[in-house]
């Protein structure tokens, strides 16, 4: 099937490099990350395992990894599939939201997928295209952002406990404190399937990584933010990655992003 397109109705909303580490490891510890002098963008993939057309984008966005790019990779599996016979347990509505909000930003109100953002622009997941292939356009995309100077730095903390991780982010604007800027925390998980027993991928089995298990924000950037995030027991701590990152609400430029295993070896 071609890529689905649905409309969904919702209000216009207000909405709000480094060498990036994510480590894989087995022991939940803490981690110290920050970024560097290069760019790093954020690329945001809008995806269902309801949507037939989804899995080749899937598998595609599998093959990034924030540690040998430019771009640290974000899946938001949508809920609004869930009604075709299959529900995606990994969709929340709030993914739904702010794939919404990104496309109204964009001055468009209709969604698509999979739908792929980088740094807050759309570009096309299809094959190949008059302007190159995916991967060729994605590559030179996010070595453009990462041959500008960031506007923002970032430093991540993290303190684990038990059944929790503690984030403290600390970011500084190049230009000086701006309301327009806020930080996100992202909580990805790598290594998932799903055996599809209904819907249009019936009887399929998708593999998944860099898949948001939990999205925080947006939050202020006046002063240190921290903020405490249940693990689930559910999460493979030595699959999950914590993402931080700075973006322009009204535009959707990301600012910078770093990112780091959510457990030390």
Not at 40 to 66: H, N, Q, R
Not at 189 to 204: I, Y
């Amino acid at each position: 099937m071609a890529n689905v397109m649905r409309t969904l109705p919702f209000a216009l909303m207000a909405i709000s490099t480094t060498s990036v580490q994510a480590a894989e490891c087995h022991n939940f510890g803490n981690t110290h990350t920050q970024s560097g002098a290069a760019g790093m963008a954020i690329a945001e993939l809008y995806t269902a395992e309801g949507c037939d057309s989804c899995p080749p984008a899937d598998k595609w966005f599998s093959s990034l990894s924030a540690r040998k790019g430019n771009a640290v990779p974000l899946a938001f599996h949508v809920d609004y599939w869930d009604g075709g016979g299959w529900k995606d347990r990994f969709a929340k509505p709030q993914f739904t939201r702010r794939q919404q909000e990104s496309v109204v930003r964009l001055g468009s109100r209709t969604v698509v997928t999979p739908q792929l953002f980088v740094n807050g622009k759309t570009m096309s997941t299809s094959g190949d295209d008059k302007r190159g292939s995916l991967q060729s356009r994605f590559n030179k995309r996010t070595a453009d952002i990462a041959s500008i100077t960031p506007k923002a730095a970032l430093v991540l903390d993290t303190v684990a406990e038990e059944d929790t991780l503690t984030a403290s982010l600390s970011t500084q604007l190049a230009d000086g404190n701006s309301p327009a800027v806020e930080a996100w925390l992202a909580v990805t998980e790598n290594n998932l399937a799903s055996r599809v027993t209904a819907g249009e991928n019936s009887g399929v089995t998708l593999y998944h990584d860099h898949v948001v298990r939990e999205l925080v924000g947006p939050l202020k950037i006046a002063g240190p933010v921290v903020h405490k995030i249940v693990v689930d027991k559910a999460w493979k701590r030595q699959d999950l990655t914590l993402v931080a990152f700075a973006q322009d609400r009204l535009t959707g430029e990301v600012l910078q992003a770093v990112s780091t295993g959510a457990c030390a070896k």
